[in-house]
Nanobody
């Protein structure tokens, strides 16, 4: 069973940086889209950034110019570089992949999330 595991969350300072990583346990054959979402209590999960198989990136307005999504040299890794952090970036961040892993169908996978807390 494929699992996505996020890491790199924790406590950051306003104006500082954190780098989130997402590692998939399986062998990724092909992906359509990989992305990062975030959610705060009482609100819907929202898209932060996404990367398509063609290399196109898309960022939510509230992170444009501050966050960067990338894929690792190892095909099963994805990253979210977060710079110029703001207290309002505090949330649980989730990794998301729509793709096909070895032995499985094309489907959407979610990680369990990693907490990011930004202090002012």
């Amino acid at each position: 069973q494929v699992q996505l595991v996020e890491s790199g969350g924790g406590l950051g300072q306003a104006g500082g940086s954190l780098r989130l990583a997402c590692e998939a346990s399986g062998s990724l054959i092909r992906f359509n889209v990989m992305g990062w979402y975030r959610q705060v209590p009482g609100k819907q999960r929202e898209l932060v950034a996404e990367l398509t198989n063609s290399g196109r990136t898309m960022y939510a307005d509230f992170v444009k110019g501050r966050f960067t999504i990338s894929r690792g040299s190892a095909k099963n890794m994805a990253y979210l570089q977060m710079n110029s952090l703001k207290p309002e970036d505090t949330a649980v961040y989730y990794c998301n992949v729509e793709g096909r892993f070895a032995g499985g169908p094309t489907q959407v996978y979610w990680g369990q999330g990693t907490q990011v807390t930004v202090s002012s």
